[in-house]
Every structure is written in structure tokens, then in C-alpha cells.
């Protein structure tokens, strides 16, 4: 237990390409506008496991890295006027957006080309506290933490691609990939509209019983999967694929009606490869958009639907790991047991 007044060395994870360790560093200045913070929980994800490997760094980031980025936290310190009070819990949005760029002022942050990333430009949540700036947090009244931490990226992620997908009332919607994103991608969009069908894509065992187990129809494998999913429930409105799979999406096409909508969500730097015609694309009229990260409306909006029991977290923590052992956490990732789904970790 870290008790912060008596003692203000703070551990804190660093990372370095091919190197992971955990340091004891002083604790950080709290400039005014932003927050102290008592990590509760943090979440462990693709990205962290990407600057352990070495990743090209963004502008105005560097290594060594302090990572985490799904942060779920208690307000330690924070100004007399802060909207949220000490002792506040809170899940913090990701990003610092400049807020004086084009697509800051026109509600597109998340696309702010100066904006900072926790656990990238600033030090994360794998660590005892940290600051944040108090305008990019959110209250999660009694959420548990452990759950709430994934907020900020795997479920706020979903949440911006199903406004990305804009599906009509009762619509069809296939998922391709059902880990850890995808998973809430499916529930995101029955919470939202109880009418709408939602088709899974799934590649593991595991995950087709665990998809299935929450009542959703499920097609394993992806080859052939466009066929499979037009013969169990018809065309699609949209197909959303966060497998990054190379043959997601052709497999996806098959899948669309006339007119409908690929979004695409995955991270990877491969070109796309499309199964179709120029004129095949055009005669139908086929939507295709990415969609990228999130914004602070949409963290709100899916902390309201967890906190309103809308939306349920159940089953998605999968491996919880002591921030001294926070290495094993990457190590996990790396090895993606069967079952795995987000491993977060606990100071
Ligand atoms: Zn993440
Ligand atoms: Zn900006």
C-alpha cells in the first residue's frame, strides 16, 4: 500500500524496446486544471506490447515509455473548483487533444494531430498515481474498478465504431474478431438497439463459447464466412472488423447488402486487400470507413450505459496481475492463452 503523504516514491512501470521493468520514481508536480491520482486498475493492451517491441514513437514521444492508457482511478488532489472532488472515481479519457486545432473545434479530438496519448507522450496508469488533466475525466460512481478500467479503450473504442457503422432501427450488423473490442462492439450495439441482429465472426474455440454464451450467433473460421453469415441471417447492413484478419475484409463484402457499410477498425500497417471490382464496389454502392480510437463524449456516454447496468462488463477481465508482476502481464498478452480477453493490472 502506497501511502502517498509518508512516502513519495511512486512505482511505475517503464518500458524500452525489448525491455520492461518496474522503477521507483518520484512522484510527479500537479499543475493547475489537472488531478492527482490513485491507479485502482489498469488495463493492458496491443499497444503496450507494441512499444515493447519497438514502435515507431509518435511526434513529441519517446522512450522510455511509462505505459497504460485504460486507466481507472481515485482523485487524490485536485483543485477547489474541479468539477470532481478528492476521492472521486474516475476512468480517464486517453487523450490530452491541443483543443485550438480544426478538428478539436469541430468535435473530431480524437483526430487533434498535437493531441498527447497516456502511457505514450505523458506517464500511464501502471504505476501507484499519476496526473491527468481534471476536463479528461469521467466519474464512474461504484463501477468496479477493475471493469471500469476498460472503459477507456476496448469499450469506448467499440462505442465510436458503432456510431461509425450507423446502423438503421433493427438492422443486420456482422462482427469480424470478437476479442476484446469486438466483444463489446456486439453488446454496444444490442444495449443500443435491442431490435438490431448482430452476427459474430469468431476464430477460437474459446471465443465461440463465449460469444455464443451470451446469445449471440456465431460463424467460426473466416474462410468462407461470407457465404455462412449471408446463409444464417441474410445480408448485412454493416460489417465491422476489428480481426485486422487480411481476408476480413473481402469476406466482409460478400456479407453487405447494396449500399452497405464496412468499418474498419483494426490497427495494422498492411495494405488492404479487396476481393472486388472497382466497378464492384461502385455498382453497389459499398460504404467503407475506418474508425479510430474515441472521444470524450463517447467515454461519457459508455460509462452511463455500465453505471445504468445497460451495458454489461461481465467476462471480460480474464487474468488480474500485481503491478510488481506487471512484466507477466505483457507476457500473457504476448502468449494469448485460450480464454484470455483483457488482462488488467492492480497496484
Ligand atoms: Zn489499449
Ligand atoms: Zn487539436
Redesign the pocket.
Known amino acids: 500500500m502506497n501511502d502517498a503523504k509518508s512516502d513519495p516514491r511512486v512505482r511505475r512501470v517503464a518500458i524500452s524496446p525489448g525491455s520492461v521493468s518496474v522503477l521507483e520514481t518520484a512522484r510527479h508536480d500537479r499543475p493547475a486544471g489537472w488531478s492527482r491520482l490513485q491507479v485502482l486498475a489498469c488495463g493492458v493492451c496491443g499497444t503496450d506490447l507494441h512499444l515493447l517491441h519497438g514502435m515507431k514513437m509518435p511526434a513529441g514521444a519517446a522512450y522510455p515509455v511509462y505505459p497504460g492508457h485504460e486507466v481507472a482511478a481515485r482523485i487524490l488532489e485536485a483543485d477547489p473548483d474541479a468539477d470532481l472532488p478528492p476521492g472521486t472515481t474516475v476512468i480517464l479519457h486517453p487523450l490530452l487533444?491541443?483543443?485550438?486545432?480544426d478538428?478539436?473545434k469541430t468535435g473530431r479530438?480524437h483526430q487533434?494531430?498535437?493531441?498527447e496519448m497516456l502511457g505514450i507522450h505523458r506517464p500511464g496508469g501502471l504505476s501507484d498515481e499519476l496526473i491527468w488533466r481534471s476536463d479528461r475525466l469521467v466519474a464512474v460512481d461504484d463501477l468496479d474498478p477493475l471493469l471500469a478500467a476498460l472503459l477507456p479503450d476496448a469499450v469506448a473504442t467499440a462505442y465510436h465504431a458503432v456510431k461509425r457503422a450507423a446502423l438503421p432501427p433493427g438492422g443486420k450488423l456482422a462482427v469480424i474478431g470478437a476479442g476484446g473490442v469486438g466483444t463489446n462492439v456486439l453488446r454496444i450495439s444490442r444495449a443500443l438497439d435491442p431490435s438490431s441482429q448482430a452476427v459474430a465472426v469468431v476464430h477460437s474455440d474459446s471465443t465461440a463459447r463465449r460469444i455464443a454464451g451470451l446469445g449471440f450467433p456465431i460463424v467460426q473460421g473466416l474462410a468462407g464466412a461470407g457465404r455462412a453469415v449471408r446463409e444464417l441471417a441474410g445480408s448485412m447492413d454493416t460489417v465491422i472488423d476489428f480481426s485486422g484478419a487480411a481476408a476480413a475484409p473481402s469476406e466482409a463484402l460478400r456479407m453487405l447488402r447494396r449500399g452497405g457499410r464496412l468499418v474498419l477498425g483494426a490497427i495494422l500497417d498492411e495494405k488492404v486487400a479487396l476481393a472486388t471490382t472497382y466497378t464492384g464496389l461502385v455498382t453497389r454502392e459499398i460504404e467503407i470507413v475506418g474508425s479510430y480510437a474515441s472521444t470524450l463524449s463517447d467515454l461519457r456516454a459508455v460509462a452511463e450505459m455500465a453505471m445504468s447496468g445497460k451495458l454489461p462488463l461481465d467476462g471480460l477481465v480474464s487474468h488480474v496481475i500485481d503491478l510488481d508482476n506487471a512484466p507477466d502481464a505483457l507476457d500473457i498478452l504476448e502468449q494469448r492463452p485460450p480464454g484470455m480477453v483483457r488482462v488488467v493490472v492492480k497496484p
Not at 487533444?97 to 486545432?101: D, I, V, Y
Not at 487533434?112 to 493531441?115: F, K, P, Q, T
Open positions: 487533444p491541443c483543443g485550438a486545432c478538428p478539436c479530438e487533434c494531430a498535437s493531441g
